[in-house]
């Protein structure tokens, strides 16, 4: 008798695998980000696995994502895509990136 699926391992998995095909990564290129096997993702991405908590932070590292996202999917759009740009930024050139934004932002409203 196949095992019942809980909803939220089924909705973890979704963004998982998501996330992972956004980013063009195979299954096996996600095991070597985030240390856990290409069965192991396949599982968790069909809601067969839950994740620890440990794996969810591996995961969030691994796809450059936060466990937030992870978990409930509400970020922002492109959140998963400017906070990673956001950290190659030297220190020293911070300031003059966040002030633009903040007048792009402004320019919106």
């Known amino acids: 008798m196949p095992r019942e699926l809980k909803d939220i391992n089924v909705e973890i998995g979704a963004r998982i695998k998501e996330t992972r095909k956004a980013q063009k990564l195979t299954r096996e290129q996600l095991a070597e980000l985030s240390g856990y096997s290409a069965n192991f993702i396949q599982e968790v ?5 839950g994740l620890s908590s440990e794996s969810i932070r591996f995961f969030s ?9 992870l978990l409930f999917g509400n970020a922002p759009e492109g959140f998963e895509y400017i906070i ?26």
Request: glycine content about 2%.
């Open 84 to 109: 990673p740009k956001l950290k190659t930024v030297p220190p020293e050139k911070l300031d003059h990136i966040l002030r633009i934004l903040e007048e792009a932002i402004e320019c919106t409203r």
């Open 61 to 69: 590292m691994a796809l450059k994502i936060s466990a937030d996202t």
């Open 45 to 49: 991405e069909r809601g067969r696995s």
